[in-house]
């Protein structure tokens, strides 16, 4: 229902015609609890929420986005070599065109580098007309780091990242109230142009095309499935031995669920490359909020 509060030639809404829907991909679990804690405080707020694992959603068709009444979609992401994962940037890529749509996108990373992530999601959601009110990066533990005791990023994000969120949640509610502009695209380009152009020639199919491919140990996998299990991304098929498909993002759940070891792999070089290049950038402020 629209409603007064008619700003400029924005009208805002009132709470409840507005529907929101959290979507996001988290094969870690980080992003999840930031889904999870945008997801308490609009219910905590009185908002109609809806949330979408899209690891869990089926291939093909995961939306209940439709076209009526204004609706307001969330879009969380980790931050995977410079850009958000290629599956929710397909899932913003797939969203139905609205005529009071609105979108926040909002990305965890590990401490090394939140390059274009934020970004590339703002323009996704333009892209489908969707006008963005908000955005958080949230600083969060590094993933590739699951078998050290100091991964980078640890204990983040904390309770000042997650406050930080609820304010994001306060902020979008409120231009929504208010019909307040959306967000310009470009304070979503924060980078410096030496680490913009870094994150360019950067993506996760390049990194993907130097890394080891994932080894299978024959002699000690029992092809019980955990892999597949495991996987967000639907990349595992057993025949009857595992195959890893195209998709695979390289998060490493399978390695760290196999209960025979029979994936091995030593992030350790990795993580060297990863703490060097977290100490050259030092990105700042490290949890941010735009409004
Ligand atoms: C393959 C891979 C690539 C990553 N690339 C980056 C990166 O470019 N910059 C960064 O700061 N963190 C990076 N991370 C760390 C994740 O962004 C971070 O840990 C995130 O919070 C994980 O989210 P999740 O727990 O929802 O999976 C990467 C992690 C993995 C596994």
């Keep these: 229902m629209p409603n007064l509060g008619v700003r400029g030639d924005e009208r805002g809404y009132v709470m409840e015609a507005v529907r929101h829907k959290v979507a996001y991909l988290s094969p870690s679990g980080t992003t999840r609890r930031v889904a999870e804690t945008i997801g308490e405080a609009l219910r905590a707020r009185g908002a109609v929420v809806e949330t979408l694992d899209l690891g869990k959603a089926t291939r093909g ?6 076209g009526a009444g204004p609706t307001c ?3 969380g992401s980790p931050v995977y070599v410079h850009h958000p994962l290629p599956q929710v940037l397909q899932f913003v890529e797939g969203l139905p065109v609205l005529r009071r749509g609105f979108g926040v ?3 965890t990373w590990g401490a090394a580098t ?5 970004w590339d999601l703002g323009l996704a959601l333009e892209a489908r007309g969707y006008r963005v009110l908000g955005a958080a990066k949230v600083l969060a533990v590094h993933s590739t780091f699951w078998n050290v005791p100091d991964p980078l990023g640890a204990g983040h994000p904390d309770a000042e990242d997650l406050s930080r969120v609820e304010a994001l949640v306060d902020g979008v509610l409120g231009k929504l109230a208010a019909g307040a502009r959306p967000l310009d695209a470009a304070s979503l380009d924060y980078q410096p142009p030496s680490m913009r152009a ?9 990194a993907k095309a130097r890394m080891a491919p994932l080894r299978l140990d024959e002699g000690r996998c029992s092809a019980c499935g955990a892999c597949r299990e495991a996987c967000p991304a639907g990349a595992v098929e057993l025949a009857p031995y595992p195959i890893f498909g195209p998709e695979c993002i390289r998060c490493g759940r399978c390695v760290q669920a196999c209960p025979e070891g029979a994936l091995p792999f030593d992030p350790a070089p990795l993580q060297a490359h990863i703490r060097a290049m977290a100490a ?9 909020v735009l409004l």
């Design 280 to 288: 050259k950038y030092g990105e700042e402020p490290a949890t941010r």
């Design 73 to 75: 979609v969330w879009v």
């Design 61 to 66: 068709g995961p939306m209940g986005v439709s």
């Design 114 to 118: 939140s390059g274009l992530a934020l």
């Design 105 to 107: 996108p909002f990305v």
């Design 198 to 206: 870094i994150s360019e020639e950067s993506s996760l199919e390049r």
